[in-house]
């Protein structure tokens, strides 16, 4: 891209601004969209471009609140988006929720007591595999059944993450109109390989040293790596999907 291709993108408005983690939770949105652009601002990667003539802006945040937060400061100060929403893959923290279904957010949630409120105007259809309720977000994986269970237990949250809350914060401060949404990539049939904890960087890239070092050490985590992409590809179509709708409906409830 040129500079003054840059530029441009930099200093366009946008409608709806994404905040995710990693390129593969809305690669199959962006694959729906038009005229799109891509450039770095600082440590974050943004892409730009057009779904249904809606002007969308997202940026991939990587792993954890602290990276989450100033990605959306940046994306607000870029783009002026009028709404945030932020997206991704989530772990299910109840067992009626399986993974590719939705998880809207009307409340999330820290272990320390804090708290946000979201009024979504929406309800579940759990036959539709929509699901809203409170989110947690932590500052680990959670990788266990058994982990879940606990943070259940304890915050009544029916799904994990590491950054909505970070976003959710941030949007509040800058009066900004927040919406959480969420697809889950691992339910609580079984517990994630623990290669998977070192499988990603802070900034969401896979270590490649990490995999051939977790394949050397035991060749059988190839089938859980395997049915881990499955059921993140299969998280990231149903998330493309909600999100079709969700755009379209944000940009109509947006006073101009």
Same mark, same amino acid.
């Given at each position: 891209m040129s500079t003054s291709d840059v530029a441009a993108v930099?200093?366009?408005?946008?409608?709806?601004?994404?905040?995710?983690?990693?390129p593969l939770e809305v690669g199959a949105f962006l694959g729906r969209c038009?005229?799109?652009?891509?450039?770095?601002g600082g440590p974050f990667k943004f892409t730009g471009g057009l779904y249904d003539g809606i002007r969308v802006a997202v940026v991939e945040a990587g792993t954890g609140m602290n990276r989450a937060r100033r990605a959306t400061l940046s994306l607000l100060d870029a783009h002026r988006p009028a709404w945030i929403v932020s997206t991704g893959f989530a772990g299910a923290l109840v067992p009626e929720m399986k993974v590719g279904n939705i998880v809207v957010a009307n409340e999330v949630v820290g272990l320390q007591g804090q708290s946000l409120k979201i009024d979504v105007g929406m309800d579940s259809n759990l036959e539709r595999g929509l699901r809203v309720g409170r989110m947690l977000t932590v500052d680990r994986m959670v990788r266990t059944v058994v982990e879940k269970q606990d943070l259940a237990g304890q915050t009544g949250a029916i799904s994990v993450d590491m950054e909505?809350? *970070? !976003?959710?914060? &941030?949007?509040?401060?800058?009066?900004t109109r927040f919406m959480a949404v969420r697809t889950i990539s691992d339910d609580l049939s079984a517990d994630l390989p623990p290669e998977v904890l070192s499988l990603l960087g802070e900034t969401g890239a896979v270590r490649?040293? *990490? !995999?051939?070092? &977790?394949?050397?050490?035991?060749?059988a985590s190839i089938k859980d790596m395997w049915?881990?992409?499955?059921h993140a590809m299969e998280a990231a179509n149903?998330?493309?999907?909600?999100?079709?709708?969700?755009?379209v409906?944000?940009?109509?409830?947006? !006073?101009?």
């Amino acid at each position: 891209m040129s500079t003054s291709d840059v530029a441009a993108v930099d200093a366009s408005s946008a409608e709806i601004g994404i905040v995710c983690s990693l390129p593969l939770e809305v690669g199959a949105f962006l694959g729906r969209c038009q005229k799109l652009k891509t450039y770095s601002g600082g440590p974050f990667k943004f892409t730009g471009g057009l779904y249904d003539g809606i002007r969308v802006a997202v940026v991939e945040a990587g792993t954890g609140m602290n990276r989450a937060r100033r990605a959306t400061l940046s994306l607000l100060d870029a783009h002026r988006p009028a709404w945030i929403v932020s997206t991704g893959f989530a772990g299910a923290l109840v067992p009626e929720m399986k993974v590719g279904n939705i998880v809207v957010a009307n409340e999330v949630v820290g272990l320390q007591g804090q708290s946000l409120k979201i009024d979504v105007g929406m309800d579940s259809n759990l036959e539709r595999g929509l699901r809203v309720g409170r989110m947690l977000t932590v500052d680990r994986m959670v990788r266990t059944v058994v982990e879940k269970q606990d943070l259940a237990g304890q915050t009544g949250a029916i799904s994990v993450d590491m950054e909505t809350l *970070a !976003v959710a914060a &941030a949007c509040q401060e800058a009066k900004t109109r927040f919406m959480a949404v969420r697809t889950i990539s691992d339910d609580l049939s079984a517990d994630l390989p623990p290669e998977v904890l070192s499988l990603l960087g802070e900034t969401g890239a896979v270590r490649l040293g *990490a !995999v051939f070092g &977790a394949l050397w050490k035991r060749p059988a985590s190839i089938k859980d790596m395997w049915r881990m992409r499955e059921h993140a590809m299969e998280a990231a179509n149903r998330l493309a999907d909600f999100l079709d709708g969700i755009v379209v409906q944000l940009d109509r409830a947006t !006073v101009r």
